[in-house]
């Protein structure tokens, strides 16, 4: 089942420009992780945010949690052509049943 | 050092027949998971394997079945493949598992065709 949900589901701005996706999630999580996706490919680890914490940043990346909200966002900063990809949070509850539940991704395109 | 490796990344298998998918973790994690990857599903947990034993197992029928072995590498089974088995398989491992806040690092990949 899909725990988590990213909004928008596809997202389009021109090179240079910030995007920022959301990623909102329906019971507590102990972390939470961002992944990016590019076609056909495995998925690559962006940033873990635990539950404790806000904030963390990566290079261009900024990732909030606002765990009163159960919801997540991921900024890029000063966009490339080159992050062009679908974007994915995945949340881990614990209790150990489920692994990790993804959403069902943003759909990100950086025009040139 | 070397991410994790998956073989084989390309297949196509006939309905009826099996196929068995591997994946060699990072050096030094313990913890192997695999995730099947649909355009209508999206990614889904199917197992996870912790020195040898199968410790957590998603919501799949029997068909999908797995094993890790002494050195950490992990294979995965399907018997009696559907059409609907044709998917992106994707293997990621961690130090000790999500259960512990581990970073999930992923492989490329196995992409099988079910025809």
């Known amino acids: 089942s899909q725990q988590g949900e990213e909004d928008p589901q596809a997202l389009s701005i021109q090179e240079g420009e910030n995007a920022t996706m959301n990623c909102s999630y329906k019971?507590?999580?102990?972390?939470l992780q961002w992944y990016r996706q590019n076609s056909g490919r495995g998925l690559v680890h962006l940033i873990l945010?635990?539950?404790?914490?806000r904030e963390k940043h990566s290079g261009r990346l900024r990732v909030t949690l606002d765990t009163s909200k159960k919801s997540s966002s991921l900024l890029i900063t000063a966009s490339r052509a080159a992050d062009t990809a679908s974007y994915f949070c995945?949340?881990?509850?614990?209790?150990?049943?489920?692994?990790?539940?993804f959403g069902k991704g943003t759909h990100l395109i950086i025009q040139p | 050092k070397a991410g994790v490796t998956q073989t084989p990344r390309y297949l196509i298998k006939t309905r009826g027949q099996q196929v068995t998918l591997s994946c060699s973790p990072i050096?030094?994690?313990?913890?192997v998971s695999w995730y099947q990857q649909t355009p209508g599903q999206g990614l889904q947990f199917l197992f996870e394997?912790?020195?040898?034993?199968?410790?957590n197992k998603g919501n799949f029928p029997g068909r999908f079945s797995g094993r890790q072995f002494s050195n950490s590498r992990s294979e995965m089974n399907v018997s009696t493949l559907e059409l609907g088995d044709s998917a992106l398989y994707l293997c990621?491992?961690?130090?000790?598992?999500?259960?512990?806040?581990?970073?999930?690092?992923f492989g490329e990949g196995s992409w099988l065709t079910v025809v």
């Open positions: 019971t507590s999580i102990n972390n």
């Open positions: 394997y912790f020195s040898e034993t199968q410790r």
């Open positions: 995945a949340t881990y509850s614990g209790g150990g049943a489920d692994g990790l539940t």
């Open positions: 050096s030094g994690h313990r913890s």
């Open positions: 990621a491992s961690s130090l000790a598992g999500a259960s512990y806040g581990n970073t999930i690092y």
């Open positions: 945010i635990r539950s404790n914490e």
